[in-house]
């Protein structure tokens, strides 16, 4: 692997490295993009990065959280608790800053910085200290014939240590959300946010560094060198959230350690919209869960609207209509709307705008102002199939609509192409619903709204195929982060003969009544009858 | 159409059946596991056969962890299926009102299994029921060093299961390789830890979830036990180690741990055992399996070379060339170091390592990887404790062996380098399976604060939205509570 040793390169909000292409057959060589600039001597002052992480430091840093674990401190419900209480002081004490961070990275609105980050992980927070113990009981199972006398239980430990890898678009709520799972479930961490989000990333170093365990609870700020130098360590899990291409690499690293992985991935993720529907709520809805989420650059935004040729007119109509009513006339100037994330990001998009293909066919907004990172909600509608805004995951605030002639069609549209994260449908249809719902597959189903069974802490959350493996939220993190360990237990007292050699046609005859479960074919067997 | 082609022409049918939608339905399902239930009723006595020319299992053992096994999987599987198929629902908070909420469970799609050669039958027909069960189609390549069985699977199979579904793909490494290649969506491996990071790479290439059942040194703990209790204790340890195709076992018991000044009584009790279940003839001993070939043969002879290690050799130690039998053999004390202690073992021969306390036991499995399966004998309650709350393994049992294979409400899999996640009983349901969130609205009952553009009215009732604060959010609504600024 090639070493990197250089300054942690403070960046501004505009300029960052990001990730280009991977590159093929290495190893697990973390794609880079070199052309990155050293931030404002202001923002160097500020940053709590150390000088630099290198597989040394990693080492290191493995050491001692290997040893904190084997003390066997983060085992304890106490130890647990009182970190989740911490936590929750932390977010508490912190709302302010958190919001400027947010405000800082992405120009995020402080209604979205506070239902979409900071009162999620609270709430997360909040179930966690309540089921906390429930959660680690051990669970009773059921024996059968061929174990008797037994009992049996099945008992959750913690993996060990773990790493976390955070994204930039919500880097409060997936940095802190899995670290949640991880405590409670009894681990050692390392969380590493993400580097295209600074301002939050310090801070969470800053701040998890003073409320937490530091003994077992880590933050390592840091781009590729650094994230690289963490993957060539062995963890016991490592928890991704991001993009495919760089999911593939973690995987990689993972398998050369026999780690374990949660991918939270995106993809595409469809809305079928019919015309038997209450229209107004329908466009509201879209539009929240589009632009009212981070300018669309969320891992379960609608990315692509499909509805039929009559109906499109009068949809998009609506969809303009209440554009204009929750961002105004001019929105490239509200205050509602968060900015695109950094430079690399915009220029994406941007390609998305100007591809050939698409030119004619966009019929709302456009605009973009690549000084202050913003670009306009913007329809398109019947981008050809093969154009580069129907091929890739948008993650930003462009809305292509495709038209087919009847409904139906979208459903083999969607399955098509891999499966998305999320898949949603606006019907008052009974069987158009139950269609989708058995026929699309997908990470999670909404029928009638957008992003909302992120909420609900009893759904699990996560992708399958190309948008990610695995799952959390509420006890689903508890369970992502623990092995749940098969505890059978026995006396002396009841050993089958039919079990040890010799062998027997008589033991085999009780052998299959036993493992069949059979008490009259046991009794059958004992007096010699097959 | 060479074989490279071949294989993905069918892996292409498979992919083609699993989007036509036949194996999603209940009917189709049932029908492959009660073929399946067929398949080894009508071909039980050549399944016997089979399991004893290939590898030298007796009728017992073969029922018991193969055809015993797999009957008991897919009975359960046609019992619970619609169980387990049927989505679990549950209630949401009333902010959701009206709202309904389930988890789906729904196949992955196209799944590839990839079975052992100790347990040839066991290893490729449990997963596939699972894998079935879970509407999935299948593709399965037994391993090459069964190569009878093997055959046995890939003639028999397009006879009894739907051959558009379910399909047999036989060969070595080559195959493997090829076959690791393809976009699966799911697969399933039994073998060992090398191989298993090989399938996790490929795997990695397209972001495919794996099971992985691997195996690793799995440690016996041995307490005081009263006489009677150690009889039985020593025919457990016996049949648990030997029992299993001649230790080749994932969850076969490796090594024993015993306090010094009980050691000797324990290794007196196992010979015993052991001449009453092989006899004491080395060259003519009974009820015990093979070698699987001559590498690993040659492979666990290596094990005695270091004379320092064949010098703690106290009974057994014997190796029969032609039949690749190696008589079951003890080891007292052997150097920590020593291959025999440091690689897994999977054979005939048992170390027996002693310490002063038995507790200590705990500190040396844990200066190891995390073993498949970990068994101890003891009844002392606190040390029982003590060992589930301070060692991490796929399973532990206590006071037997290997028995927690047959429990399928228990989970069956490992961790750390023994594993990546489980099968048996629902398990192997939920392994092949998606469990898709699905959330369900209604157009009624529209949160209006949850639209921009945003206000501190819209902030403080959604602060009491995620406070499930109804009382607040309706003394908001009615003017009867005012916005802070905060």
Request: aromatic share 10%; hydrophobic share 40%; net charge positive.
């Amino acid at each position: 692997m090639i070493k990197f040793y250089r300054r942690y390169p403070s960046i501004t909000h505009r300029q960052h490295r990001s990730f280009s292409d991977l590159s093929s057959n290495s190893r697990f060589h973390l794609p880079i993009d070199i052309d990155y600039t050293m931030a404002s001597e202001e923002q160097a002052k500020n940053s709590t990065a150390p000088a630099t992480f290198d597989a040394e430091a990693a080492d290191c840093l493995m050491k001692e959280l290997r040893s904190t674990f084997l003390d066997g401190k983060t085992k304890s419900y106490e130890w647990r608790s009182s970190q989740l209480k911490s936590l929750l002081k932390m977010l508490e004490d912190s709302d302010k800053q958190i919001c400027d961070a947010l405000f800082s990275d992405l120009s995020k609105p402080e209604m979205e910085a506070y239902i979409h980050e900071i009162a999620m992980i609270k709430s997360s927070c909040k179930l966690a200290l309540k089921k906390l113990k429930d959660w680690m009981k051990p669970e009773k199972t059921k024996t059968n014939l061929g174990t008797f006398p037994s009992s049996a239980e099945i008992v959750p430990e913690p993996l060990g240590v773990v790493l976390i890898i955070s994204a930039w678009n919500y880097p409060l709520l997936l940095s802190v959300d899995p670290v949640i799972g991880a405590i409670a479930a009894g681990n050692a961490v390392v969380l590493k946010p993400s580097e295209l989000a600074p301002a939050m990333s310090s801070l969470l170093a800053k701040l998890l560094g003073k409320y937490l365990d530091s003994s077992a609870i880590k933050v390592v700020e840091g781009a590729v060198p650094e994230t690289s130098a963490l993957l060539e360590q062995k963890w016991d899990k490592i928890f991704y959230t991001g993009n495919g291409r760089v999911a593939r690499v973690v995987m990689a690293a993972a398998a050369n350690n026999l780690t374990p992985v949660v991918l939270e991935l995106g993809g595409k993720s469809p809305v079928l919209v019919d015309s038997n529907i209450d229209l107004t709520v329908t466009a509201r809805r879209i539009l929240s869960g589009k632009w009212g989420c981070n300018n669309g650059q969320a891992c379960v935004a609608p990315d692509y609207i499909i509805t039929t040729k009559q109906y499109a007119p009068v949809l998009i109509d609506s969809l303009k209509h209440n554009l204009v009513k929750f961002f105004g006339e001019d929105p490239m100037n509200s205050p509602d709307l968060s900015r695109v994330g950094h430079s690399r990001h915009f220029a994406r998009l941007k390609k998305l705008l100007d591809d050939d293909k698409i030119s004619g066919k966009i019929i709302h907004g456009g605009q973009t102002d690549k000084s202050n990172l913003k670009i306009a909600p913007t329809i398109v509608l019947d981008a050809p199939e093969d154009s580069l805004i129907m091929s890739e995951e948008i993650f930003g605030p462009l809305l292509p609509i495709v038209t087919v002639e009847k409904i139906e069609d979208g459903i083999e549209f969607i399955n098509s192409r891999p499966k998305p994260l999320a898949a949603y449908l606006f019907t008052n249809t009974k069987q158009l619903k139950e269609e989708f719902v058995s026929n699309i597959s997908a990470g999670g189903v909404v029928i009638n709204d957008v992003t909302l069974h992120l909420m609900v802490d009893t759904l699990p959350f996560g992708g399958v195929g190309e948008s990610g493996t695995g799952a959390y939220h509420g006890k689903f993190s508890f369970d992502a982060f623990s092995h749940k360990k098969a505890v059978l237990y026995r006396g002396f007292f009841g050993d089958a003969p039919a079990r040890y050699p010799p062998y027997t046609p008589g033991k085999l005859r009780l052998l299959k009544a036993l493992l069949d479960g059979s008490l009259f074919g046991i009794i059958r067997a004992l007096f010699g009858f097959s | 159409m060479n074989a490279d082609q071949e294989m993905r022409w069918s892996v292409e049918e498979l992919r083609l059946t699993f989007k036509s939608g036949k194996t999603r339905s209940v009917g189709w399902r049932k029908t492959q596991l009660r073929a399946i239930l067929r398949l080894i009723h009508e071909n039980e006595d050549t399944l016997f056969q089979l399991l004893k020319s290939e590898l030298g299992k007796h009728p017992v053992e073969s029922y018991r962890n193969e055809i015993g096994v797999v009957k008991k999987s897919a009975d359960r599987a046609l019992n619970c299926i619609e169980k387990w198929m049927s989505p679990k629902k549950g209630r949401l908070p009333l902010v959701f009102f009206p709202a309904s909420r389930k988890v789906l469970p729904e196949p992955l799609g196209v799944v590839l299994i990839i079975g052992s050669w100790n347990f040839p039958i066991s290893l490729t027909l449990d997963p596939l029921i699972g894998a079935i069960s879970a509407g999935n189609t299948v593709v399965l390549k037994p391993s090459e060093l069964s190569p009878n069985c093997a055959s046995f699977l890939a003639n028999i199979l397009p006879s009894y299961l739907d051959p558009k579904a379910v399909k047999v793909i036989e060969g070595g490494r080559e195959v493997s390789n090829q076959l690791l290649q393809y976009k699966w969506d799911k697969i399933f491996f039994t073998g060992s830890t090398k191989v298993g990071k090989i399938v996790m790479a490929a795997a990695a290439n397209n972001l495919t979830p794996v099971t992985l059942e691997l195996g690793g040194k799995c440690p016996a703990i041995f307490d005081f036990l009263s006489n009677s209790d150690l009889k039985v204790a020593a025919k457990r340890v016996a049949s648990g180690k030997w029992g299993p195709c001649a230790g080749q076992a994932c969850i076969g018991i490796d090594y024993i741990l015993v306090e010094q000044k009980f050691a000797s009584t324990l290794i007196e009790q196992l010979k015993k055992t052991i001449k009453k279940f092989y006899g004491d003839d080395a060259k003519n001993l009974k009820n015990l399996l093979k070698i699987i070939n001559k590498g690993h043969f040659d492979r666990l002879r290596s094990f005695l070379e270091d004379p320092a290690v064949a010098n703690c050799i106290v009974y057994g130690g014997s190796f029969d060339d032609t039949r690749l039998i190696i008589e079951p053999t003890i080891l007292l004390d052997p150097p920590l170091d020593a291959e025999i202690m440091t690689e897994e073992i999977f054979g005939p021969l048992l170390p027996i390592i002693t310490m002063d306390k038995i507790e200590e036991s705990i500190e040396f499995i844990n200066s190891k990887p995390k073993p498949l399966a970990l068994y101890a004998f003891t009844k002392s309650e606190n040390f029982k404790k003590r060992i589930l709350a301070e060692t991490s393994s796929g399973s532990v049992t206590f006071n037997d062996t290997m028995i927690q294979f047959l429990c399928d409400d228990l989970p069956f899999g490992g961790v750390g380098q023994s594993g990546i996640g489980r099968y048996h009983g629902k398990y192997s349901f939920d392994t092949f399976s998606h469990e898709k969130a699905v959330l369900e609205r209604s157009f009624y009952f529209e949160l209006e604060p949850r639209h921009p553009p945003w206000s501190n009215f819209k902030l403080q009732f959604l602060r009491l939205v995620y406070n499930y604060d109804y009382v607040g959010m309706l003394l908001l609504l009615l003017g009867l509570k005012r916005p802070s600024n905060s």
